[in-house]
């Protein structure tokens, strides 16, 4: 019998940390769960003479992954750098030196989750990633084990919460976006270069992670249709609020008979959709099964101690399976090919602002590119014209393809009497 | 290797059929996740005549307890009849016998779940009972394994679907409690004698289950302080929405260096808080960590499907660990002695609604009832007199004790001014 658990650990920073304080503060609870007690043994960083505010002795730091690899007394490896190229690579290794890895490393399982997964199986070792998605919200364990029986046909959700943190504050208090972005940097929830998150790569990589789990399936990134914020335009905020939405940076994915579609885009959210009241730096998942119906998980989406508890969380699972002798048994081929909708597959409710001359006509002229591209409208606002002689019209279609929507995009920008089309948002939350 | 698993179902009503269902529906995928299949070898039910709307076999049906569990090729009991007696009888005869069980009964969990815990653990196979609480919400494995690395504080939540589809109804649509009742009865949320619901039994046994798995204690009935919607007097409704509160049948255990409280009871949330909009038979369940903050698990209470897939999620578990010969390695013996605290360790604000007979000093007299207990008052309104030269007061204290509150209570009844105490509450969401 196993008489202890040791843990390389990869990577000490706002992650890393929180793992080294709950596996410290809550040593007697784990080891109560467990039955034996679990080590942090060695902890593998860039500068092992930058100064730490930490508890763990300073010769547990060392910046050799070959000394963590190779030492026979570690059993686990949790990955809390970050990055790709290094990260991916260590957890390979790691993995095929025959240790479990526990990672919260979003943009490696993303892009390269179902080759590690695979050589994790392979290697009859264990590979857990729940940090990697929803900060401390048990999301990934909530799909493989609590809706294990269903069938998932959607999810929805925030699932990046430096953009949502922005939103509410562009909302709440009237910030721009340039305010709006200085207020997350300087407490923390936007990193120096913030491109990932505001472009919606961040959430386009945790939807791949969700949807290849929920539909069984592997969903690369290149799949997933993404639109960042900088697509709100001055005002968009705003008139989403006079017509009784609310802006969020929303991840979707559906499957139907006709396959898998994954999006993460600014989209409207009606005012009385729960989604429009996550706010802050929180992420909320909707999840829609066959039987279950509606459910949803709410809880922080970064920081230090939340994502360290999923991390835990996983490093509590993995040393049951060392301890049982399981680990590795829980095979991650995927069931279904990827199947992908083709843009006149997926449907939704659109809504258009357009900048327009202010001439006789315009509204009949623009409205009958609706109608000849079968698109239906349910409502058409005419706002009043400016000093230019220029209005702003609000359309809001019923719901169509996107390949229509886009076709009609098309068609307005090729409008005479159209000066620019200003945005467009997806409604969201109509399941 | 084991070539399929074999179920023997205890009970075929609204969850039973949901179970047989689902496994007949998802065969395929559930085959695909576990290797082998997982068939129903016998049902018991009282009356193997009745006519049923199912897919399975006649033949499986049976009135004898007996002939499933004195079945070898039955390696699990999945019980979902309801009740105590017979029901408590099965679970612990299957798992005397060497079986593992699947529960959906919350009142044999809460009544005899640490007796049959222990038999499991002794026995060493497992005994499973997420659909217990929450319907389709997988809140028992969130606690288990989840938030695992965690410590937990507090519960909050909404875990009634009867009760709170009621309330929805009187306060969206000015319904009596008669009238919601009966439309929660025709729409088959209300059973036939609702008394375990809209008294909070029903409430308080799911509680027991959270708090006994949240705080690694056992928690036993008689600790949960209860009060039922029927405490709601007429206007309640009505009023806390003029204060800006919404009434719901709470569920509330939080714990900290004193011990352990635990309620079920009508309370005033603020609207702005979420826990205000969750609606008609939806549950949803705040848990508060010290490290991941606050988390929240919405999704429907109750119904055939909803909770037959927590059923059949722990079905999946259950095979796993068969399947691995790693069945009942759960411990379950509670990691801390059962403390609660007591009314003096309680605070809360709480909501008095008092009907006074409308003299000169009234006013002052009652606050000076709350100034001799130490108490601080929030908010004072006298409400115009009826035609009885009766009035009506309203306070809302700071934060107080139970101990004061119920003292203060004491001392208005006795008060000569006082026509009567009409109602009371306490203020959640203030975590």
Chains 1, 2 share one sequence.
Do not use: W
Request: hydrophobic share 40%.
């Amino acid at each position: 019998m196993t008489k202890e658990i040791n843990i390389g650990l990869l990577g000490f920073g706002v992650v890393g940390s929180g793992v080294a304080k709950i596996l410290t503060e809550h040593q007697t609870d784990l080891q109560y769960k467990l039955g034996v007690p679990v080590h942090i043994k060695k902890v593998v960083v860039r500068d092992v003479n930058k100064k730490r505010d930490t508890d763990l002795p300073k010769e547990l730091f060392t910046d050799s992954l070959e000394e963590v690899l190779s030492d026979d007394s570690i059993d686990l490896i949790v990955e809390v750098m970050g990055g790709t190229g290094f990260a991916k690579e260590a957890m390979e290794r790691a993995l095929q030196s025959g240790k479990g890895v526990v990672t919260a490393n979003k943009d490696v399982m993303a892009e390269a989750g179902p080759e590690l997964l695979k050589i994790a199986d392979e290697k009859g070792v264990d590979l857990f990633f729940e940090a990697s998605v929803g900060g401390g919200i048990p999301l990934i364990r909530t799909l493989e084990d609590g809706l294990a029986s269903d069938r998932i046909h959607a999810l929805t959700g925030i699932v990046n919460g430096t953009t949502n943190f922005m939103l509410t504050k562009m909302k709440e208090e009237n910030m721009s976006y340039d305010e709006a972005l200085a207020l997350a940097t300087e407490l923390g929830f936007a990193e120096a270069d913030p491109t990932a998150d505001v472009d919606g790569l961040d959430a386009a990589r945790k939807m791949v992670i969700l949807a290849s789990l929920a539909f069984s399936t592997e969903v690369q990134l290149d799949d997933v249709y993404v639109r960042g914020m900088r697509e709100i335009k001055d005002g968009d905020v705003e008139l989403a609020e006079r017509f009784g939405y609310t802006v969020k940076l929303a991840g979707a994915a559906k499957k139907d008979e006709n396959g898998i579609e994954v999006s993460v885009e600014p989209v409207f959210v009606p005012d009385e959709h729960p989604l429009a009241s996550v706010n802050n730096e929180f992420n909320a998942v909707y999840v829609y099964g066959d039987a279950v119906g509606e459910t949803m998980f709410y809880g922080p989406g970064a920081g230090s101690l939340p994502t360290a508890t999923s991390v835990t969380g996983d490093i509590v699972a993995a040393c049951r399976n060392l301890l049982l002798g399981v680990n590795g048994k829980r095979k991650h081929a995927p069931q279904y090919d990827r199947k992908m909708k083709t843009d006149d597959q997926k449907f939704a409710s659109y809504f258009h602002r357009i900048l327009v001359k202010d001439e006789v006509g315009v509204l009949t002229h623009l409205t009958s590119l609706y109608t000849n591209r079968q698109a239906s409208l349910a409502t058409v606002i005419q706002q009043a014209k400016d000093d230019n002689d220029r209005a702003e019209l609000v359309f809001i279609t019923h719901s169509i393809s996107r390949q229509q929507h886009l076709d009609i995009m098309e068609d307005l920008k090729n409008a005479d009497s159209v000066v620019d089309v200003i945005s467009y948002y997806r409604v969201e939350g109509e399941n």
